[in-house]
């Protein structure tokens, strides 16, 4: 198996194809001297201005700022007073649009991805290309299967709760 960290242009690309895509894919985190790799089996998809689930249907805001940059940028954002969620931004600059991580092996839920790889607000806006705390790369296998499915927790979003834009890889281990 190979490792090759992905590219800015891996996430300059819709979000409805980097989401799915990012299945089977790991994520590096590097803490104190000590790199980890985690492979991510579950992502959801928001996608822009017109998709009122997405943080970006109120326009750009401080909060927001990031998901109108390039792909391939962290979105991190805290939640019910307690949990980081990690977003990878996608598309062109000024197309807001970022993949949830809502799994990797050993850890299921976006609060628990988080505290497994102790992310922060302080990587908002850290760019994954250059980063030296957290990458993306691919380890080189094939590409898994993929499910999709409603995305979660998102009720007050009309039509848009019902698309599938929930990625999730039955072939790799959840815990």
């Known amino acids: 198996m190979y490792f090759m960290r992905l590219s800015t242009s891996f996430f300059e690309r819709d979000v409805l194809q980097v989401a799915p895509d990012l299945l089977g894919k790991y ?4 803490i104190d001297g000590e790199t980890t790799k985690h492979r991510i089996v579950e992502t ?15 326009g750009r805001t401080p909060r927001t700022d990031v998901m109108y940059r390039r792909g391939g940028m962290v979105y991190v954002y805290f939640i019910y007073g307690m949990h980081y969620m990690l977003n990878f931004v996608t598309a062109a600059e ?8 809502r799994a990797v092996e050993n850890a299921v839920g976006p609060g628990r991805v988080s505290k497994l790889l102790q992310v922060d607000k302080s990587f908002y806006a850290e760019d994954l290309a250059s980063s030296t705390r957290i990458w993306v790369e691919d380890g080189g296998e094939p590409a898994p299967k993929v499910k999709t499915d409603k995305r979660v ?11 599938p834009w929930r990625f999730i890889t039955p072939t790799l281990a959840r815990s």
């Open 27 to 30: 994520i590096v985190r590097q």
């Open 44 to 58: 959801e998809a928001y996608r822009g201005e017109e998709d009122l689930a997405c943080h970006a249907s109120k």
């Open 94 to 101: 000024g197309e807001p649009q970022a993949v949830l991580i």
């Open 153 to 163: 927790g998102i009720g007050y979003a009309g039509a848009w709760r019902d698309k």
